[in-house]
């Protein structure tokens, strides 16, 4: 046998426990200990939640493990969502749960039945001395783990806090559903979890913004009087019946993550390595899949650290899925108190899809009756998705809630649009979008991005939009034209995006200018000139005679661009207004110039065409614009007569660390919503029509805005529609593309197979 002989692990729940089960029965003669500070009953908390996927990882690698879980575990289907008297239940679910105790035992049965050496009400030695002495060193030492602390430089890890507390209890009796259950009391709103985990037990979690823990009396150095307070406070939940705790205590959840998992003969897994939040019920399950695939590559490589470098090749991936969505759902129940004035089954709804991986489509399969009153409770006519339920702003009404989002073409010549744009926008109108977007527009030729960027400061310029909205208007009948206004301020004069993003030019640069003389990227762009009073009214003129044009020209809808570190954002975002007038300080101030242009765009602009503005909702960087910004902003903009907000992030600066994944950024655009009770257009990696319909229908969002996708496919909407199977006014084909809207039929996949066997020559 080959591989790590002697192994020490650092902990004994159920991530450290399961790697030497599974490390002792893949090589019997393995010497593997393990030490538990704790005594073997103890534990904290009571219920652990296993997917389907993990448990057949379970019974493929060890029977024994998998069959004895099998035979205590209790499963169900429904969730129940209680908010305001009203009880929402959502059915095909499937879960499966069994005490966390009970779960030890087991692994601590399976451990001493193969030989491994565990050592309860034992401090474990650092992790560098048993490196010291031992082939593999795992840390399954949780979320505080000391071997993760002593050895920071190398693993490098970063831990956040959060904005609630919670505290882990049990009821003495077993729920038939998992239950969340929303209190709306004096102090603020709480909210309960929990769910059944045997036959005569659930596991309950209270939890609560720390604000509003303080304001209950929760911070009493006595848990316990807190804990009969919890169950006054859902009491209806508990049937009038207490509830019980285990050393409980309120906690903040921490956010774990590392840059690196390995260090030498040492590998973190569990929660030493990652965590993610209780509300999605991960925690034991990364545990468990962490050792899994550790043993897995320890048996399958060919030396230690290839067997280490492809375990966290393996997992990272996974367990980073998992925390973006636990974030996603950390962050829903954090906002909790924005969405309890929805409607019930739209909170509902809103609740079971928080996390992005519950989605519109499988929740109609997996509870059509469900998801048909969420349909009809939105507004969406018989047999249509929610994404072509039409909206209306003032005058203008869109036939569907799809947008195809502002993009660069950087192909006009001085600012006039060609036949490359007449294609782009027309494709995309052809293609059934609700609402086409020109790119941004440029203001003045100084305020162009490249010089291939659009412009509407000429007449020529003028006549060749109206070329492009005369053929929207004309061949897609019902389509919408839009047109983003902006000014590129200190990140104007550069090069064409395929020739260098961001980087000027090589000849013909153009001076540059900015609400302060801070360049883009120091010694790479140029320096901008701060505007004074002059150069404020110049630039408020040349966007009211962009307006005007944009009038002229016909277009539906003008949406002033305030993102994206060009001009107006400029203003916005404290990181690059360091002006100390009357336009730089406070919030209030960096708001002023901003909307004195939206002010000149709105009186010019016809009344009953409705005005958005684009924001960046934060810089993704210390110290810059904040979600809270961002929903002051929004306000200002509201008050002073936006009909929507296009809510985008960053690109404000070139250090921002953005936190990338599928809809990224439609937690900013579902805040602002949920608060000012505003329209909005969500945009960033919304990939899918099932993401759009989950958006709409969840209240998050009123229009969804997708670029890449229709660079992909311009007849995206028409195909998300024969996707569906809808056929109704919010996609009609074009009558020359009719004969299109089936899916083409493709070669044979069902020839009959060969029945008879024929040897012989």
């Given at each position: 046998?080959t591989?790590p002989?002697?192994?020490?692990?650092?902990?004994?729940?159920?991530?450290?426990l399961?790697?030497?089960a599974l490390?002792k029965r893949?090589?019997p003669?393995?010497?593997?200990?393990l030490?538990e500070?704790n005594?073997?009953?103890?534990?904290f908390?009571?219920g652990?939640v296993?997917?389907?996927?993990?448990?057949?990882g379970i019974e493929h690698a060890?029977p024994v493990?998998h069959?004895?879980?099998q035979?205590?575990f209790?499963?169900?289907?429904?969730?129940?969502i209680?908010h305001?008297g009203?009880?929402?239940?959502s059915g095909g679910?499937?879960?499966?749960a069994l005490?966390?105790r009970r779960l030890?035992e087991?692994l601590?049965e399976r451990c001493a039945?193969?030989?491994v050496?565990l050592?309860?009400?034992?401090?474990?030695?650092?992790?560098a001395?048993l490196?010291?002495t031992?082939?593999?060193?795992?840390?399954?030492?949780?979320?505080h783990?000391?071997?993760r602390d002593?050895?920071?430089?190398?693993f490098r890890?970063?831990i956040?806090?959060?904005?609630?507390r919670?505290i882990w209890?049990a009821a003495d009796?077993?729920?038939?559903?998992f239950?969340f259950?929303?209190?709306?009391t004096?102090?603020g709103v709480m909210?309960?979890?929990?769910?059944?985990f045997?036959?005569?037990?659930s596991t309950v979690i209270?939890e609560?913004?720390?604000?509003?823990?303080?304001?209950?009396?929760?911070?009493?150095?006595d848990?316990a009087?807190?804990?009969?307070?919890?169950?006054?406070v859902?009491a209806?939940?508990?049937?009038?019946?207490p509830l019980r705790?285990n050393?409980?205590?309120?906690?903040?959840?921490r956010?774990?993550?590392?840059?690196?998992w390995?260090?030498?003969n040492?590998?973190?897994?569990g929660d030493?390595?990652?965590?993610?939040?209780?509300?999605?019920g991960?925690?034991?399950?990364?545990?468990v899949?962490?050792?899994?695939a550790?043993?897995?590559?320890v048996e399958e490589q060919p030396?230690l650290?290839?067997?280490?470098?492809?375990?966290?090749?393996?997992r990272?991936?996974?367990?980073?899925s998992?925390?973006?969505?636990?974030?996603?759902?950390?962050?829903?129940?954090?906002?909790?108190?924005?969405?309890?004035d929805q409607?019930p089954r739209?909170f509902?709804?809103?609740?079971?899809t928080r996390?992005?991986?519950?989605?519109h489509?499988n929740?109609r399969?997996?509870?059509p009756?469900?998801t048909?009153?969420?349909e009809e409770?939105f507004g969406?006519?018989?047999g249509?998705?929610?994404?072509f339920?039409?909206?209306?702003?003032?005058g203008l009404e869109?036939?569907?809630?799809?947008?195809a989002s502002p993009m660069d073409?950087?192909?006009?010549t001085d600012?006039?649009?060609g036949?490359?744009?007449?294609?782009?926008l027309?494709?995309?109108?052809?293609?059934?979008?609700?609402?086409?977007?020109?790119e941004m527009?440029?203001v003045s030729?100084?305020?162009?991005?490249?010089?291939?960027c659009t412009?509407?400061?000429?007449d020529?310029?003028g006549?060749a939009w109206t070329?492009?909205?005369d053929?929207v208007?004309?061949a897609?009948?019902g389509?919408?034209?839009?047109?983003?206004l902006?000014h590129s301020?200190?990140?104007g004069?550069?090069?064409?995006m395929?020739?260098g993003?961001d980087?000027?030019?090589?000849?013909g640069?153009w001076p540059?200018?900015?609400a302060?003389?801070?360049?883009?990227?120091?010694g790479v762009n140029q320096v901008p000139h701060?505007?004074?009073?002059?150069?404020l009214?110049?630039?408020r003129?040349?966007?009211?005679?962009?307006?005007?044009?944009?009038?002229?020209?016909?277009?539906d809808l003008?949406?002033?661009h305030?993102?994206?570190?060009?001009?107006?954002?400029?203003?916005?975002s404290p990181?690059?207004?360091q002006r100390?007038d009357a336009?730089?300080?406070p919030?209030a101030?960096?708001?002023?110039f901003?909307l004195?242009?939206f002010d000149?765009?709105r009186?010019l602009?016809?009344?009953?065409?409705?005005m958005t503005v684009?924001?960046?909702?934060t810089?993704?960087a210390?110290g810059g614009?904040?979600a809270?910004d961002?929903?002051?902003i929004a306000?200002a903009?509201?008050a002073h007569?936006a009909?929507?907000i296009?809510?985008s992030t960053?690109?404000v600066?070139?250090?921002?660390?953005?936190?990338?994944g599928?809809?990224y950024?439609?937690?900013y655009?579902?805040r602002i919503?949920?608060?000012l009770c505003v329209p909005v257009?969500?945009?960033g990696?919304?990939?899918s029509?099932?993401?759009?319909?989950s958006?709409?229908?969840a209240g998050?969002a009123?229009l969804?805005?997708?670029?890449?996708?229709?660079?992909?496919d311009?007849h995206?909407t028409?195909h998300?529609?024969?996707?569906q199977?809808y056929?109704?006014p919010g996609?009609?084909?074009p009558?020359?593309?009719?004969?299109?809207?089936r899916t083409p039929?493709?070669?044979r996949?069902?020839?009959?197979?060969?029945?008879?066997?024929l040897?012989?020559a």
């Amino acid at each position: 046998m080959t591989g790590p002989q002697r192994i020490a692990v650092i902990g004994g729940g159920p991530g450290g426990l399961y790697a030497a089960a599974l490390l002792k029965r893949l090589g019997p003669d393995r010497d593997i200990t393990l030490w538990e500070r704790n005594a073997p009953d103890d534990t904290f908390g009571f219920g652990v939640v296993l997917s389907d996927e993990t448990l057949g990882g379970i019974e493929h690698a060890d029977p024994v493990v998998h069959r004895a879980l099998q035979r205590e575990f209790v499963r169900w289907d429904d969730i129940d969502i209680v908010h305001r008297g009203h009880t929402q239940t959502s059915g095909g679910h499937g879960f499966a749960a069994l005490g966390r105790r009970r779960l030890l035992e087991i692994l601590h049965e399976r451990c001493a039945g193969l030989g491994v050496d565990l050592r309860f009400r034992t401090q474990a030695p650092p992790a560098a001395e048993l490196a010291a002495t031992h082939d593999l060193v795992i840390a399954a030492d949780g979320v505080h783990s000391a071997t993760r602390d002593a050895h920071e430089d190398s693993f490098r890890p970063r831990i956040t806090g959060h904005r609630c507390r919670y505290i882990w209890l049990a009821a003495d009796f077993a729920l038939d559903a998992f239950r969340f259950e929303i209190a709306e009391t004096a102090y603020g709103v709480m909210q309960l979890h929990a769910y059944p985990f045997s036959q005569h037990a659930s596991t309950v979690i209270v939890e609560m913004r720390e604000e509003v823990w303080r304001a209950a009396g929760f911070d009493v150095p006595d848990p316990a009087e807190s804990v009969g307070q919890c169950a006054k406070v859902f009491a209806n939940a508990l049937g009038h019946r207490p509830l019980r705790s285990n050393n409980s205590a309120w906690l903040t959840f921490r956010t774990v993550v590392n840059d690196h998992w390995s260090h030498g003969n040492t590998v973190l897994i569990g929660d030493a390595a990652h965590t993610a939040h209780f509300s999605i019920g991960s925690g034991t399950k990364l545990a468990v899949e962490d050792a899994l695939a550790l043993a897995a590559c320890v048996e399958e490589q060919p030396s230690l650290p290839a067997a280490l470098a492809a375990y966290e090749s393996e997992r990272r991936p996974v367990v980073e899925s998992t925390q973006r969505a636990a974030a996603a759902s950390l962050r829903w129940f954090e906002e909790l108190g924005t969405y309890v004035d929805q409607p019930p089954r739209q909170f509902a709804f809103n609740l079971l899809t928080r996390s992005r991986r519950v989605t519109h489509d499988n929740l109609r399969l997996r509870d059509p009756a469900f998801t048909a009153g969420v349909e009809e409770e939105f507004g969406c006519p018989p047999g249509t998705p929610p994404m072509f339920t039409p909206l209306r702003l003032r005058g203008l009404e869109l036939r569907n809630r799809v947008v195809a989002s502002p993009m660069d073409m950087y192909s006009a010549t001085d600012g006039v649009p060609g036949d490359f744009h007449l294609v782009h926008l027309g494709a995309r109108a052809l293609g059934g979008a609700g609402l086409v977007m020109t790119e941004m527009v440029c203001v003045s030729p100084e305020g162009r991005i490249t010089p291939g960027c659009t412009g509407l400061y000429t007449d020529e310029q003028g006549a060749a939009w109206t070329r492009v909205t005369d053929f929207v208007h004309t061949a897609s009948p019902g389509t919408a034209i839009g047109v983003q206004l902006g000014h590129s301020g200190r990140k104007g004069s550069t090069r064409l995006m395929w020739e260098g993003i961001d980087q000027p030019l090589d000849h013909g640069n153009w001076p540059v200018t900015a609400a302060s003389p801070l360049p883009y990227a120091p010694g790479v762009n140029q320096v901008p000139h701060a505007l004074d009073r002059a150069g404020l009214d110049e630039v408020r003129e040349q966007f009211a005679a962009a307006a005007r044009r944009a009038d002229a020209c016909g277009f539906d809808l003008l949406e002033l661009h305030c993102a994206h570190g060009y001009l107006l954002s400029g203003f916005l975002s404290p990181l690059t207004n360091q002006r100390t007038d009357a336009y730089g300080g406070p919030l209030a101030h960096r708001l002023r110039f901003p909307l004195e242009v939206f002010d000149t765009v709105r009186e010019l602009w016809p009344d009953d065409r409705p005005m958005t503005v684009r924001i960046s909702a934060t810089d993704w960087a210390e110290g810059g614009t904040t979600a809270e910004d961002a929903v002051e902003i929004a306000r200002a903009f509201v008050a002073h007569g936006a009909d929507a907000i296009d809510v985008s992030t960053g690109q404000v600066v070139p250090g921002e660390r953005p936190e990338y994944g599928r809809s990224y950024q439609t937690p900013y655009a579902d805040r602002i919503r949920n608060t000012l009770c505003v329209p909005v257009i969500a945009v960033g990696a919304i990939s899918s029509w099932d993401d759009v319909n989950s958006l709409l229908l969840a209240g998050r969002a009123d229009l969804c805005a997708l670029a890449r996708p229709h660079l992909y496919d311009p007849h995206w909407t028409l195909h998300a529609a024969a996707e569906q199977g809808y056929t109704g006014p919010g996609a009609p084909w074009p009558l020359p593309y009719r004969a299109g809207s089936r899916t083409p039929p493709t070669g044979r996949t069902d020839a009959p197979k060969p029945r008879l066997s024929l040897g012989g020559a």
